[in-house]
Nanobody, 124 residues
Framework: QVQPVESGGGLVQAGGSLRLSCTAS????????MGWFRQAPGKEREFVAG????????YYANSVKGRFTISRDNAKNTVYLQMNSLKPEDTAVYYC?????????????????WGQGTQVTVSS
């Protein structure tokens, strides 16, 4: 499988917004759910958001609920993560990944193809 490619990370002030994109090949993307995870220095990778193939069902970590929105455009093989009201604790490398079918979207073990990540830094 071809790795997904993340983009859109950067440096932003607290309270600001960023939109991450994750583009994958058709073979990687088609018929699969996708998810976003993040990993801060010295911490374990944690679930951020997930979305089923149809886009009709989404999942969020409690820490980002109401601030982040995951969406997808299947025609473009792209998943997005709109991040609003960013906080310094959102600083991390953000990873996009493909979910296996019939998966628990909250678990990293449910994903089998990962991107290289994009850095998000939120200054206070």
């Amino acid at each position: 499988q071809v790795q997904p490619v993340e983009s859109g990370g950067g440096l932003v002030q607290a309270g600001g917004s960023l939109r991450l994109s994750c583009t994958a090949s058709g073979r990687t993307f088609s018929s699969n759910g996708m998810g976003w995870f993040r990993q801060a220095p010295g911490k374990e990778r944690e679930f951020v958001a997930g979305i089923r193939w149809s886009g009709a069902t989404t999942y969020y970590a409690n820490s980002v609920k109401g601030r982040f929105t995951i969406s997808r455009d299947n025609a473009k093989n792209t998943v997005y993560l709109q991040m609003n009201s960013l906080k310094p604790e959102d600083t991390a490398v953000y990873y996009c990944a493909r979910a296996r079918t019939n998966s628990d979207y909250y678990l990293s073990s449910s994903y089998d193809t990962w991107g290289q990540g994009t850095q998000v830094t939120v200054s206070s």
